[in-house]
């Protein structure tokens, strides 16, 4: 059974940093399309960086680049999203999805809170 565990999130003031996890025990994650979204109150959800089973970073979210920064590791079977110079804007429910790029079958974390805020 696949199974994304996010964790990481909590309060943050503005210009601050976070490193959200997504642990996936149990299954070989690099065999999967992995993404970060978020979803803030009222708004859609926002896809925020997207890596390819090989590990390429396929896209980033403008308003995020250079400021976040999505990775893996192999060993742990955990993907991250580094979050450095944090806006309010920031603020939201983060959520770690995998993507089976052959059967298309999708799957989601529980999410992760970031609020950003003085």
């Known amino acids: 059974q696949v199974q994304l565990v996010e964790s990481g999130g909590g309060l943050v003031q503005p210009g601050g940093s976070l490193e959200l996890s997504c642990a996936t025990p149990?299954?070989?994650?690099?065999?999967?399309?992995m993404t970060w979204y978020r979803q803030a109150p009222g708004k859609e959800r926002e896809l925020v960086a997207r890596m390819s089973p090989s590990g390429r970073i396929m896209t980033v979210l403008n308003s995020v680049k250079g400021r976040f920064t999505m990775s893996r590791d192999t060993v742990k079977n955990t993907v991250y999203l580094q979050m450095n110079s944090v806006k309010p804007e920031d603020t939201a429910l983060y959520l770690c999805n995998a993507r089976d790029p052959v059967s298309d079958r999708t799957y989601w974390g529980q999410g992760t809170q970031v609020t950003v805020s003085s």
């Open positions: 149990g299954f070989a994650f690099m065999s999967y399309t």
